[in-house]
């Protein structure tokens, strides 16, 4: 029996990264993954692949709606190949696959396939899809099994007209109507590739605004951008059955007054969230606990109820983001190591890849008043700024909330073009508990998107915005 130091069951973003601070931490560390290609739900059902399919149903946009008024004219009619656009998809999430395989073998970590199972606190069998099972030891081991797709009670997923967000970044046609249930993040990324690729797309939400997580401004601001485009938001609404027959399916939901509605397509996506996966762990042979949510227990050090094994990453509570689970991975591996960490979850940032795109970071302002906190808000609309207007990336705002009588930063909230960097200069500022003036005194690159942050931070800090 080969034995580790360090043995991660799951390849994700989390346990990929776990196994490379493990290797360079000098520990003797195994990665074992189920399927044949690393990298997890992220970058082979998740976030690369859908970025691909976001860049890709951008261009086609920009080259149909915009090439024109940029003084680019095309010949004759601009078609949609989605076989290719496919097809650069697959390509994108080969080359990343193979390259933590690279990463692996960089760092000397022994990779197994197979489905990673505990024997006992310190044993896993891993049962390959070929060959015969095999046993390793550890003296510590990381769960990073992540999640599947979640699903609504009465709602049979055949993966063909009823799909999850795994099949709607493969399908072999662009849908008539497409009908979203779950106005997140992960229906609006979708829903808005198939929506600029010419389907028609229907969003029943059961909350009474999209993005409902982050902060209102930003919903707001992004279900105007969404109506512009076409799409149909029906918020508020309860979903009651979803049928298929043949190749049309009719979804039913009911209203806030309790009118019944239906709404008949060709596809639904089935977008709800996600829950921990750990089929075949068989956690309790090891003395580790699962909650009543199928999450892994875990303390302030991620350790489990058995204490030389750790859980990170979309199986544990918290946000299912890849860039957590990475924090967490590190985390785990140096606290092992002896070191001592630390993880700010309230600093881990919140991205919704659509364009404009949206992201996060701190607390909204409704958790705030819920709070009783005493807050100013400073906000700065991207119209203003004239990096926008000569790029034609108007929509959006940035929204900066801070402590009234400190003025430390307690959140910021941004939607408009490439966001998902720009949250990165609040990330930095607020870890160093910055306040709302600090980030108003530093100099911002003209002409940049980024000026809008130095703008709204200057509307929080006295009211003091230059240009409106």
Known sequence: MK????????????????????????????????????GGTCLNVGCIPSKAL????????????????????????????LENMMKRKDSVVEQTTK??????????????????????KTEVVITPDEGDEETIEAKHIIIATGSKPRSLPGIEIDKERIITSTEALSLKEIPKHLILI????????????????????????????????????????MRKVMKKMGMDLKLSHEVQSVNRNDNEVVVKAKDKKGNEIEVKGDYCLVSVGRVPFTKGLNPDKAGVEVNDRGQVKVNEKLQTTAENIYAIGDVIQGAMLAHKAEEEGTFVAEVIAGQKPHIDYNLIPNVVYTWPEVASVGK?????????????????????LGRSRASGDIAGLVKIIADKDTDEVLGVHM??????DLIAEAVTAMEFRASAEDIARMSHAHPTYAEAVKEAALAATDNRALHI
């Open 182 to 221: 779950g106005g997140g993040v992960i229906g609006l990324e979708l829903g808005q590739v198939y929506r600029r690729l010419g389907a028609e797309v229907t969003v029943l939400e059961y909350m009474d605004r999209i993005i409902p997580t982050m902060d209102k401004a930003m919903s707001k601001e």
């Open 415 to 420: 939607i408009g073009a490439r966001t998902a």
């Open 99 to 120: 390259g933590i395989d690279f990463l692996m073998d960089k760092n000397k970590i022994d990779s197994y396939q197979g489905v990673g199972s505990f024997k006992s």
């Open 364 to 384: 909204t302002e409704e958790q705030l008043k819920e709070e009783g906190a005493n807050y100013k808000v400073g906000e700065f609309p991207m119209k203003a």
């Open 3 to 38: 034995s580790y130091d360090v043995a991660v069951i799951g390849s994700g973003p989390g346990g990929y990264v776990a196994a490379i601070r493990c290797a360079q931490l000098g520990m003797k560390t195994a990665i074992i993954e189920k399927y044949a290609t690393k």
């Open 54 to 81: 976001l860049d890709s149903s951008h261009h086609y946009e920009d080259a149909v709606k915009h090439f024109e008024e940029h003084g680019i004219d095309i010949p004759g009619e601009i078609k949609v190949n």
